[in-house]
């Protein structure tokens, strides 16, 4: 059974910095590609960043402020915040698929964690 629980969400003053973990179990973790979605309310979930042995590829939105990374030997993906903005806030999602390339909408993941709550105070 494949889980992905995420880990680190919380309270950030606007132009602070948080990271996101999210340590997956039941995939062959270094074969997948990896994601981090988020979700504001009343809007569609959308693309934040993914990872594969291929590469990463950031949102316009988060790019140069945000850094997908990996760790292979913990099972981990993680997502580094930094010079954050009240636009950030939203329920953070780690995704996984089972394909290896990297991909950029929820349709193409095929497990999620439950999301981590990032607020960001202005």
């Known amino acids: 059974q494949v889980q992905l629980v995420e880990s680190g969400g919380g309270l950030v003053q606007a132009g602070g910095s948080l990271t996101l973990s999210c340590v997956v179990s039941?995939?062959?973790?270094?074969?997948?590609?990896m994601g981090w979605f988020r979700q504001a309310p009343g809007k569609d979930r959308e693309f934040v960043a993914a990872?594969?042995?291929?590469?990463?590829e950031h949102a316009d939105s988060v790019k140069g402020r945000f850094t997908i990374s990996k760790d292979n030997l913990r099972n981990t993906v993680y997502l580094q915040m930094t010079r954050v903005k009240p636009e950030d806030a939203g329920v953070y999602y780690c995704?996984?698929?089972?394909?290896?390339?990297?991909?950029?909408?929820?349709?193409?993941?095929?497990?999620w964690g439950q999301g981590t709550q990032v607020t960001v105070s202005s």
């Open positions: 039941g995939l062959i973790f270094g074969g997948s590609g």
């Open positions: 995704a996984a698929r089972d394909l290896t390339n990297l991909a950029t909408t929820p349709d193409a993941y095929d497990y």
């Open positions: 990872i594969s042995w291929i590469g990463s």
